[in-house]
C-alpha cells in the first residue's frame, strides 16, 4: 500500500524558513518523479514543485521560484521542500504526491494527508 | 501559463441523477507524443485529493464506474451517471501537458 507522510508543517515568520519532508512506502521510491501541491485555506489546488525520480530534473511554479527548493533521499526514500523568504500567501495545506514515472511528470496518482504551513506574525 | 477553466462553480444534484462537470484549457492537452495529459481529482471534505482520471478517460482502479471522462483538444467533461451521497465533494481537472502544471478552479458537487 502506497503511503505519502508529511511532516514540519508549522508557524512561521514573514521572511523565515521551513522545511517539510515526506515519508514515502509501499512503492519504488526512485522509481517516480514526486510533487508537492498546495491548497490555501478555502481555496483550490496549486501545484508547486516536482522533482524527477532520480532527483536529476526540478520544476518549479513561477511564484515559488528562487524561495524553494524541492529535494530527495532515494536511500531515506523522503522527499524534502525547503521553504525560504517565505510570506503571508505561501500559507497553505501542502501535499506530497506521487508522479507517473522517473520523468513521467503529468499526474499524480498518491497524495499524502498534507501538512500546514503558517506564515504570520 | 494554461489557464484551466471549470464550469459551474457549483453542482446541486439529486441523489440517482446524473451530473456534468466541464473543462477548458486555453491551449490544446495534446502532448508531442500523442497522449493528452487531462487529469481529473476528487476531494471529499476534510479529505487528501484522490485521482479519479488521467489521460482525459482512463478510470483509476477502485473508481466507480459510475464517473467516465471524455473530451479532446481543448474540452474535456467529467459525468457522474448517477450521483450518491459519496460523491458530495470538489472535483478539479490538471493539465499535465505543459509547464507550470496547472488545476481548474473547481467545481463543488452537493446534494439537493
Known amino acids: 500500500e502506497v503511503q505519502l507522510l508529511e511532516s514540519g508543517g508549522g508557524l512561521v515568520q514573514p521572511g523565515g524558513s521551513l522545511r517539510l519532508s515526506c515519508a514515502a512506502s509501499?512503492?519504488?521510491?526512485?522509481?517516480?518523479?514526486m510533487s508537492w501541491v498546495r491548497q490555501a485555506p478555502g481555496k483550490g489546488l496549486e501545484w508547486v514543485s516536482i522533482?524527477?525520480?532520480?532527483?536529476?530534473?526540478?520544476y518549479y511554479a513561477g511564484s515559488v521560484k528562487g524561495r524553494f527548493t524541492i529535494s530527495r533521499d532515494n536511500s531515506k526514500n523522503t522527499l524534502y521542500l525547503q521553504m525560504s523568504s517565505l510570506r503571508a500567501e505561501d500559507t497553505a495545506v501542502y501535499f506530497c504526491t506521487k508522479g507517473c514515472g522517473n520523468t513521467c511528470y503529468s499526474s499524480f496518482d498518491y497524495w499524502g494527508q498534507g501538512a500546514l504551513v503558517t506564515v504570520s506574525s | 501559463d494554461v489557464v484551466m477553466t471549470q464550469s459551474p462553480l457549483s453542482l446541486p444534484v439529486t441523489l440517482g441523477q446524473p451530473a456534468s462537470i466541464s473543462c477548458k484549457s486555453s491551449?490544446?492537452?495534446?502532448?508531442?507524443?500523442?497522449?493528452?495529459?487531462l487529469n481529473w481529482f476528487q476531494q471529499r471534505p476534510g479529505q487528501s485529493p484522490r485521482r479519479l482520471i488521467y489521460?482525459?478517460?482512463n478510470r483509476d482502479s477502485g473508481v466507480p464506474d459510475r464517473f467516465s471522462g471524455s473530451g479532446s483538444g481543448t474540452d474535456f467533461t467529467l459525468k457522474i451517471s448517477r450521483v450518491e451521497a459519496e460523491d458530495v465533494g470538489v472535483y478539479y481537472c490538471?493539465?499535465?501537458?505543459?509547464?507550470?502544471?496547472?488545476f481548474g478552479g473547481g467545481t463543488k458537487v452537493e446534494i439537493k
Open positions: 509501499g512503492f519504488t521510491f526512485s522509481s517516480y518523479a
Open positions: 490538471m493539465q499535465g501537458a505543459y509547464w507550470p502544471l496547472t
Open positions: 491551449q490544446s492537452l495534446v502532448y508531442s507524443d500523442g497522449n493528452t495529459y
Open positions: 522533482i524527477s525520480g532520480s532527483g536529476g530534473n526540478t
Open positions: 489521460k482525459v478517460s
